[in-house]
């Protein structure tokens, strides 16, 4: 259940929609059966005031080295994703993948030069989890395989 923040009658479509945002950021965030709180959103309650049209392009342009790689496979953004979401624990997701640990190995590798990013750095980790919740919250990845946590 998603519950948006308290408001006058006159702003109760603004508290509708942000506990539908509270609810999908909470199921992306595998979250499901539980009370989300818009206000317990942290950073992405606040990235979520600003255009979201901007933050989808923004989105976009962040993960382009995967969206638009000749070779595109929807299991290079999906790889990135579990990774994000569990850490960086390669046994773990690996198994969750039903892929070899050199495989998943390979793939983070061929993901760190499509983005031209070190995940072994946390601030890009970090960078990279919200760029990819919100992409998946605000994009259109009707195409795009999604297995959220």
């Not at 790889?79 to 050199?102: C, E, G, P, Y």
């Not at 946390?122 to 990845?141: A, F, M, P, S």
Request: charged share 25%.
């Amino acid at each position: 259940m998603g519950i948006g923040r308290s408001c006058s009658l006159n702003n109760l479509k603004k508290s509708y929609l942000e506990a539908n945002d509270a609810l999908d950021l909470g199921w992306l965030m595998g979250k499901r059966n539980s009370i989300i709180r818009y206000s317990e959103l942290g950073i992405f309650s606040l990235l979520l005031e600003l255009d979201r049209s901007m933050l989808a392009k923004y989105c976009e342009k962040q993960l382009a080295g995967l969206l638009n790689a000749d070779d595109h496979d929807a299991s290079l953004l999906n790889t990135l994703r579990q990774m994000l979401d569990r850490s960086f624990h390669w046994a773990d997701v690996s198994k969750l993948l039903f892929i070899h640990v050199n495989t998943l190995h390979y793939r983070i590798d061929r993901i760190s030069k499509l983005l031209k990013a070190d995940f072994s750095r946390q601030e890009v980790r970090t960078n990279y989890y919200i760029t990819i919740k919100l992409y998946d919250l605000l994009c259109d990845h009707r195409q795009h395989d999604i297995t959220p946590i």
